[in-house]
């Protein structure tokens, strides 16, 4: 182990060594087991003989804080005293503090309590699905391929190999108009927003979103100084009349509407389009699971729209593939491309060239559109197994929204419905079902419901699970 010894201070040389290795035990820095340097190698380290560093070894061995073994080395011994308190931990710097913002942000997802037993979870895929075997053999062929010169730094924008293969494939399966050099790779979808966010917006500048939204979006462009205002959405997406004046960015959902599922008609999709050119604002398209689709043609994106260069295009492979592989991309108009590429070397350099190859090679030998379609129909069999029973059995307590895509489904209450939905979901849990409120989702609209994703739990398990969400809502008197 490289040890950090200070040789500052007063006290002969060996004593000095000998304090902070015994400091560094008790403190629980070095653990029982641990191996220390050769007497030789830390005296060469530290520019001093030998003999010093042997004294305090002996000193520290006497005292029963190491423990020699003939062959071995010097080890910290098993029997040594218990750290009072683990400086391991950083200080606590009470006198440092974060921007206000950030003390009320909400908690890392890592940190969620394990998935009930009936997890209606929204934005998670099914794992399950995923063609791992596959996946290993592409990464493994990455890995032996590479050289020490790809060793070094790569290309910000991302391996040329996957920016082609997604102009490609958003090109055919979306009418994206892109070439390679307009794709920018990026660490899921949430680094592409970031980015927008850094080279779009100063503090104070007003931000448009979907009210109810995806909260990650509007939380971030918080966090970067925007003033996020919401706009309401209705049965064709996003009420562009009711944009507020001075908005400089909007954020919208417009394929698959996140959380109620609805698309963006057409007219609405123009009026959009015409409202960004008139204010000379931007729109940022998240087309994060317009993948997955059950029926209906799905409406062009809005990029595909565009003819002044005000859209930039945000898409993921969290929902296609997995959430851990940190896989998303954007296409921006060429005014904007300089910028976004200099904001993302400056945050992260570089994306992992390993799996953005290996990403690659799945798209070119035509596996993700093999693994789409697969996933595609085992989610449809879920989806349309929870629309059947959302309109049989909850018809006096919600009215589902109409959605054919994506990975969830939202439902708000019933006119009339007399309906606590926090205390029906608390209800819920308590009976082994997890699902989410629309009132998570809002900013300021008025939305009550649920929202059900069907991307981690089994067919098997959906009917159970709705069972007992319906013996929840009438165990708390709805009505």
């Keep these: ?122 934005g998670v895929p099914d794992g399950r699905l995923f063609p791992l075997d596959t996946w290993r053999r592409l990464v493994a062929q990455q890995l032996r391929a590479a050289t020490v010169r790809e060793g070094d730094y790569g290309d910000p924008a991302g391996h040329p190999g996957l920016r082609a293969a997604i102009a490609r494939y958003v090109g055919v399966a979306r009418s994206v108009r892109a070439s390679a050099d307009d794709v920018l790779v990026t660490s899921g979808a949430q680094q592409a927003l970031d980015l927008i966010g850094r080279v779009l917006i100063s503090p104070g500048d007003r931000v448009a979103v979907e009210d109810p939204g995806y909260p990650p979006a509007r939380l971030l462009f918080r966090s970067l100084g925007a003033a996020v205002v919401g706009v309401p959405v209705d049965a064709e997406g996003l009420v562009v009349d009711r944009i507020p004046a001075g908005v400089r960015l909007v954020y919208a959902t417009p394929s698959h509407q996140f959380p109620l599922g609805t698309p963006m008609s057409l007219p609405r999709r123009a009026a959009l389009l015409a409202w960004a050119k008139r204010h000379g604002a931007v729109v940022v398209e998240d087309d994060y699971d317009s993948e997955f689709r059950f029926s209906d043609r799905p ?68 596996l993700l559109a093999r ?33 054919a895509a994506g990975l969830h489904l939202a439902a708000r209450l019933a006119p009339g419905a007399a309906v606590d939905t926090a205390r029906v979901l608390a ?42 969400l319906a013996a929840a809502f009438r165990a708390t008197g709805a009505g």
């Design 371 to 403: 693994h789409i379609r697969r996933a595609t129909r085992e989610y449809a069999a879920r989806h349309e197994q929870i629309t059947a029973r959302l309109d049989q059995d909850f018809a006096d307590w919600l009215v589902r929204v109409p959605s």
């Design 299 to 366: 409406l062009e994106p809005l990029q595909s729209l565009d003819r002044d260069g005000r859209v930039v295009y945000v898409g993921s492979f969290s929902k296609t593939m997995l959430p851990m592989l940190r896989l998303g991309f954007l296409v921006a108009p060429t005014s904007l491309q300089p910028a976004l590429l200099a904001a993302k070397r400056l945050t992260d350099w570089h994306g992992d060239p390993t799996t953005q190859g290996a990403m690659a090679q799945f798209m070119d030998e035509g």
């Design 1 to 122: 182990m490289d040890i950090q010894v200070n040789l500052a201070g007063r006290g002969d040389l060996a004593a000095r060594i000998y304090r902070q290795l015994r400091d560094a035990v008790v403190d629980g820095r070095l653990a029982a087991g641990e191996r220390l340097p050769p007497t030789r190698e830390l005296a060469l380290r530290l520019a001093v003989s030998r003999n010093t560093v042997a004294a305090a070894y002996d000193r520290l061995t006497a005292e029963g804080f190491l423990v020699g073994r003939v062959g071995a080395g010097t080890f910290v011994a098993a029997a040594a005293l218990a750290p009072a308190h683990d400086r391991r931990q950083a200080p606590a710097g009470r006198d440092v503090a974060p921007r206000p913002l950030w003390r009320t942000a909400p908690p890392t997802t890592a940190r969620r309590s394990p998935p009930a037993p009936y997890d209606f979870a929204v």
């Design 427 to 468: 209800a819920a849990r308590a009976r082994g079902v997890a699902a989410d409120g629309l009132d998570h989702y809002r900013l300021d609209a008025d939305v009550a419901g649920v929202v059900l994703g069907f991307g981690r739990i089994d067919r098997d398990r959906i009917g159970r699970g709705l069972d007992r």
